[in-house]
């Protein structure tokens, strides 16, 4: 009997020797496509093999993958059986159920004004008599019809131009990026822009109108950097072993992201050469992973960042494939582990603009926070955990197709609500803190966490565990006492950097006029239930709002609107940093912190 | 019998079945260094067969080369039989007469003030007290002690910033490029530059101390894109018919610039990365070629250059092995014929400064001229051929040792001296010019340059030809008439150009106050001569000046001064330009100009 993990579903289970991965995905209810129904004919359940061992590659595997597939491991599921514990990612495009990634965000409610600007030139063809060298023909006409002045001329550009401009008759399309020339097609390319954000779990991917600022095309995607580790701690020490592996985090990052915009482009009958600008956020590790930046002083004290200040770098000059003269811009980072991703939350959100006493956080992996106390801003970092992601949750999973999402329990009925509504397979964060408040609500735990006697909880190899879903077939869906335990540390974290920054401030939490909570999980979550658990503080709920992917919009923000980028750089400025274990007293307002029953100090 | 060819000697000859290379080579007094005498033990006598075949590689080749450079046609000579006419390069190395390139010119008079800063600061390391981003560390140490305000810096200097300032213990030294750091290094690093005139035949290469603009190392190097031609056409031609060979064409310059980088800064125990600038000039198709921008249109009327300005180019985007941020400053062309080393050369004589009326040329396989007329500046492009590089000249050769290059001839008596003060093997330019001025004034040749009776004037085959050194063992060294009419069409080009300037500034070969002569050729060529056979007009001799390597010059001046770059900008866009092809009655011109009687029209 061995256990298997499929990610990214993040589906974890047992397997009894001799059974198949695609029989035990199958029992798991991990969705992989076999349209054959497992005679290794239809090549669908294809896999990748990220650790243990396997049985041996067969002649259908040979005949469907390449030799580099094979060599990393990519098997069908279907004539594949694992010979120890194994781990196993199954490739999107082998799920049946589209991974929910939230891609959706805060409207745009500015003004395009880009860094990258699209313009029409009819330019004249040289002769014996005016023989005008091509790239001051193109800078003539600049000048004549937009009154610019000559600037520069991207290299790739320069080397396309004289064919270019023949080959459009002299009617060209110019995407200029300030004073510098980056791609020239036809004067009717409808040039678009890339907007990133690159979460430690999961990658949001937008195509904008360069013009109108229009969101054309997006996609949430996983960041196959999970293959390295789960959080970002385990990255850096990879990426600082090796040069080699540092390249191939990189690599990982942006062959996504190119496999990503060829799809988008083609969704909109466009091409991968008409994205004439590219802004990406992350957090500070994925910032620098992205870009290739030393991240080996990252994770040690004093865990400073290599780079604080935005950058601006060529995307060729980091393998990015967009057109030819193209800049990739990055937002600036604050610290160590508040990155450019909280930087563009906050844009995102105006929280610097707003008046008065007003909290953002966006819950992930890694909790940022950030405090406005009248104008004076201080952000904190905590380690939330993967646990709002199904890990080390018994019956944790991401929020994808037959994940739990939400929980009401009245007595002993337990009524349950499903990602797409299907069958269920297991809980995903909202779940969990739905049904955590709802066993506290109805006293199944006491404030401390602990399990009472219920009808619904029962003892299993001398463990306690909430029965949530009872099945025939695959065995009950259940919550353990050690579920509630991850999440009253996951929570407690996120509690106690609210409440460093209010300690900080010298106000308290019924200050908080108004509480954002950004994120794909944030909008997803019950803010009842939040507050319930005491992850969030006991404020009326109208102070609450939910605004999705706000570090997305913020990018999509930066790509068309070079103020936003201003505002990016002014905020990174403003935004102070606490150090959350350095706050005195850690150990005890950590443990108060975790109590279920800790609703507010004040 | 075979022809056999040996670069970049330029000396040609016949090569019996049987006689290896080597023996060839020794025959024709091609200096091939052989410490073994020819039995394949020393390894020296390397060579690379550029056309024809010979028999196959020996072990000795395979214990000797690469499989690559057993696939590129290297062989020992010594053990390489030609089985068909032969061209073959004398790789620098193992010629024993180190090839004579000039690389001297002017001095420089000019306060450095270059592109790239050369800066030292201390910077604090960072605690958790103050946990600086590495990034904003140093910019806080410029500002401080510089008073600089905060730019960008070049990503490789970005991934490579927090291990450095580490190892280097927070002291740092700094290369600043306008307002981007392109490098960091020790504090005690000496930063230097590199200037590069890369001419159709000859590449000049210096190495320049940033701090004092000194010359610190330079070399003579040939064009290795000679193996795709002798004249730019058939190198624009090689380069349009498809991108690899456009690409191949880069690479050998590039190739041949990095490996002289590395000798020059091994001879000077420094390291290329300290190589924090460059400058590199040409004429326009060696310009395009070096960045692969499309030349098709340079060699179809009406031969638009794709781009005139200046350009900057990150060096590692052409391939080029310098500082990791650091850049490659190319000056401006004028035109498809007059390119930026000639905008060089005028940066470096300071022709655009003179008063009156004065002449700069720069003679070589293309010749350009340029007249400043009392302010107002014209340029012509002359095709005066590879004449002068020895090539379709009988014993014509390049400016190697062995070479004759100046005669004087009394009645019957010659006298000659050689580069080097070798036994004679062939005849360089600017002997070619000397003995061909010497025939004419003792009337060995009459005006039009028709061979009369002479002593040393034989017919051999129905062919006259005049015997210049008589050897026992290799046969005589002689000028045929075909020679003559070579030197003639050459020599016509370069004076109708001078005379279309003339003509089109409306003065006359007499006002001119003054000629300067730059280039390697024209820094070893007697004036006397130039002028005797009509190339260069009949005025005093004092109005001459030979101010050798004019080009290279302007390249090391744009290097040290941000001054000399405005200045390069300034006359680019002063300086017209004539086409010659263009001006009425070209043809009778061209026809009085290759009279070797043709002393002036005024």
């Known amino acids: 009997m061995y256990t298997i993990e499929f990610e990214p579903v993040g589906r974890r289970g047992q397997c009894p020797e001799g059974e198949s991965l ?31 061992s396997v049985s041996p590659p067969t002649p259908e595997d040979s005949a469907t993958f ?13 004539t594949t059986y694992p ?18 990634t939230q891609v959706e965000g805060l409207e745009l409610r500015v003004e395009p004004d880009p860094a990258v600007r699209c313009l029409e030139v009819q330019l004249s063809a040289p002769s014996l008599e005016t023989p005008e060298p091509d790239d001051q023909n193109l800078w003539n006409a600049l000048k004549e019809t937009y009154a610019l002045n000559q600037g520069r001329m991207d290299l790739k550009v320069q080397q396309d131009l004289s064919s270019r401009l023949r080959s459009l008759d002299w009617r060209a399309g110019v995407a200029l990026r300030e004073s510098e020339i980056v791609a020239i097609g036809a004067d009717s390319t409808h040039w678009i ?54 390249q191939k985090l990189q690599a990982l990052l942006v062959d ?56 601006d770098v060529k995307a060729r000059d ?32 105006g929280l610097d603009e707003m008046e008065g006493i007003n909290l953002a956080l966006d819950i992930g992996t890694n909790t940022e926070i950030c405090l406005n106390c009248r104008g004076r801003m201080k952000s904190v970092s905590c380690a939330s955990g993967p646990a709002f992601e199904g890990a080390h949750i018994q019956f944790g999973m991401r929020a994808a197709a037959g994940a739990i999402e939400h929980v009401r329990l009245s007595g002993e009925r337990v009524e349950i609500q499903t990602i797409g509504g299907e069958s269920p397979i297991g809980i995903c964060g909202s779940g969990l803190l739905d049904v955590i408040a709802q066993m506290r609500n109805n006293n199944v735990i006491d404030s401390s966490g602990r399990m009472n006697t219920h009808p619904l909880v029962r003892t299993r190899d001398g463990r306690k565990e909430f029965v949530l879903v009872e099945r025939s077939d695959n065995g009950d869906i259940t ?42 999980f944030g909008t997803f979550i019950d803010v009842e239930s939040a507050v319930t658990i005491g992850m969030l503080p006991p404020l009326p709920l109208e ?35 606490i150090e959350l274990a350095s706050i005195p007293d850690f150990n005890r307002k950590f443990a108060a912190a975790s109590s279920i029953s800790w609703t507010t100090a004040d």
Request: glycine letters at 8%; charged letters at 20%; one cysteine or more.
């Open 543 to 577: 102070r609450y709002s939910q605004v999705g992917n706000a570090a997305g919009t913020g990018a999509r923000l930066a790509l068309i609107s070079r103020t936003a980028r201003r505002s990016a750089e002014r905020i990174a400025a403003k935004d102070g940093y």
């Open 22 to 52: 695609l029989d035990c995905a199958r029992r798991l209810d991990v969705d992989i496509v076999s349209i054959c129904g497992g005679v290794s004919t239809c090549k669908h359940c294809r896999v990748q093999i990220v650790s243990g």
């Open 66 to 78: 390449s030799e580099t597939q094979l060599k990393e491991n990519y098997r069908l599921a279907c």
């Open 193 to 246: 822009g890339l907007a990133a954000d690159i979460g430690t779990t999961k990658i949001a991917v937008y195509l904008i109108d360069m013009k109108t600022g229009e969101t054309l095309a997006s996609r949430g995607l996983m960041n196959p950097q999970i293959s390295y580790g789960e959080d970002v701690v385990s990255r850096i020490y990879t990426a600082s072993k090796s040069g080699e592996n540092a």
């Open 256 to 311: 996504a992201l190119n496999d990503t915009i060829v799809d988008l482009c083609s969704e909109l009958d466009m091409d991968p050469s008409h994205v004439v600008d590219a802004v990406v956020v992350g957090n500070t590790a994925i910032h620098h992973l992205f870009l290739q930046l030393p991240v080996l002083q990252l994770g040690m004290s004093p865990y400073v960042p290599a780079v604080r200040s935005a950058v």
């Open 83 to 100: 010979q120890s514990d194994v781990k196993v990612l199954v490739p999107p495009e082998s799920l049946s159920a589209p991974q929910r």
């Open 318 to 349: 980091i393998g990015l494939r967009i057109a030819p003269g193209g800049y990739v811009h990055l937002l600036p980072n604050i610290a160590g582990y508040v990155g450019a991703d909280h930087v563009s939350m906050l844009l995102a959100t």
């Open 479 to 520: 919550v353990s006492q050690k579920d509630v335990r991850e999440l009253q540390v996951a929570k407690a974290a996120i509690r106690l950097g609210i409440q460093a920054l209010l300690e900080d401030a010298g106000v308290t939490e019924k200050d908080i006029e108004r509480v954002i909570i950004a994120g794909a």
